[in-house]
Nanobody, 128 residues
Framework: QVQLVESGGGLVQAGGSLTLSCAAS????????MGWFRQAPGKEREFVAR???????????HYGDSVKGRFTASRDNAKKTVYLQMNSLKPEDTGVYYC??????????????????WGQGTQVTISS
């Protein structure tokens, strides 16, 4: 089992920045991938970013088209924490942000159902 706890959400003006954190506990994840998804009211959960690692090596990052160039995923292996740095925020970035673990690193997965463990989500609201 893996437990995930997101934090860092809040209310920010358009153009501002936020950094979300996702702390993992439980099962030791020597390799895997952490995905970030978001869900706006009335919309489906959307892929935002994915970071993949094996041991201490972070070897790939992928981003949704709507956030490329503005969001950056990173990880602190010692803290078992993954971060999502969000810059140049827009009102359309508003939603509940979730982190999720994919135990497979064979290919890039962007569908929520392919992730095994989920956090509870953190609200991000961007005002115009």
């Amino acid at each position: 089992q893996v437990q995930l706890v997101e934090s860092g959400g809040g209310l920010v003006q358009a153009g501002g920045s936020l950094t979300l954190s996702c702390a993992a506990s439980g099962r030791n994840l020597n390799s895997g991938a952490m995905g970030w998804f978001r869900q706006a009211p009335g919309k489906e959960r959307e892929f935002v970013a994915r970071i993949t690692w094996s041991g201490d090596l972070t070897y790939s990052r992928h981003y949704g088209d709507s956030v490329k160039g503005r969001f950056t995923a990173s990880r602190d292996n010692a803290k078992k924490t993954v971060y999502l740095q969000m810059n140049s925020l827009k009102p359309e970035d508003t939603g509940v942000y979730y982190c999720a673990v994919d135990l497979s690193i064979v290919r890039v997965r962007v569908i929520p159902g392919e992730y095994e463990y989920w956090g509870q989500g953190t609200q991000v609201t961007i005002s115009s």
